[in-house]
């Protein structure tokens, strides 16, 4: 295999990557699919867990390497003493996923404060610290990559996810904030932003998750955690590099689809 053939299949080969919220899920499929380009990748989740070891193992038998990097990202302590111990794996954090997130099913005039604190603070939070953090970095090391996982809930108002939707809302200014001020390190930001993915959590809270998600969107299918992933990889390749402070809607078009009361055939 040509030097260009292996960088067509191996996009980010020789990188470092940094994921959060990665033991399942969407993060997951985020982790497989920068392993799949070459990265070596941390998996961080709150606490490490048979899940971290079990992606870890995937993503070796992938032929890259990971390993844990577990981290409250609700706290500044921890995101720190998480990024002390990876400067003793890599040299340089080439891409930072900020996917990690909690969410709570409320009504509007129920939502409790510790609710709303939890999501906010783990969402919103979590990724600013993350996000300066590695862009301290970066800026020293020559440059690099940070994707925020976004949401199609800033789209359009999803009722009884009040404070989900607005720690996202809240990531996606941040994303343009954040590529303004760190272009001139070379440090590119962007967002990635899910509309309905079938994961082992969505489908629990609906067997009809992927049926009823199907009819919603126009290319006619749910989508599933490598859709994400292969986007996290392009924004993170060279094939992105002169992308910033963009958001990429990964959601079969659902979002953007008018409701318009007359057929489209």
Request: with cysteine; charged share 20%; hydrophobic share 40%.
């Amino acid at each position: 295999m040509t030097s260009a053939e292996q960088n067509l299949y191996k996009p980010l080969a020789g990188k470092t990557a940094l994921v959060t919220g990665a033991a399942q899920g969407v993060g997951k499929g985020i982790a497989l699919a920068l392993a799949r380009a070459g990265c070596t990748v941390a998996i961080n989740d709150k606490e490490e867990s048979p899940l971290t070891y079990q992606i870890i193992h995937e993503i070796r038998t992938l032929g890259s390497e990971a390993f844990a990097a577990p981290a409250d990202l609700r706290s500044s302590a921890g995101i720190q003493s998480m990024f002390d111990r990876l400067a003793q794996k890599f040299t340089r954090l080439d891409i930072l996923v900020n996917n990690a997130g909690t969410q709570t099913w409320a009504p509007f005039l129920e939502l409790e404060e510790s609710a709303w604190d939890r999501d906010i603070d783990t969402n919103l939070k979590g990724t600013f610290l993350c996000s300066q953090a590695a862009a301290r970095w970066m800026k020293d090391t020559g440059g690099g990559g940070i994707i925020n996982i976004g949401s199609g809930s800033i789209k359009l108002p999803f009722p009884r996810l009040v404070s989900y939707s607005v720690s996202k809302a809240g990531i996606a200014a941040l994303t343009t904030i954040a590529a303004t001020e760190l272009g001139q390190y070379n440090i590119r930001v962007n967002c990635v932003a899910p509309g309905a993915i079938l994961t082992e959590r969505t489908e629990q809270e609906d067997p009809q998750y992927a049926a009823i998600w199907a009819t919603e969107a126009p290319i006619g299918r749910v989508g599933m955690p490598k859709d994400v992933g292969d986007a996290v990889v392009f924004l993170a390749s060279d094939q992105a590099s002169f992308i910033s402070g963009q958001t990429l809607w990964v959601d079969g078009a659902a979002f953007s689809k008018p409701n318009w009361p007359y057929k489209l055939d």
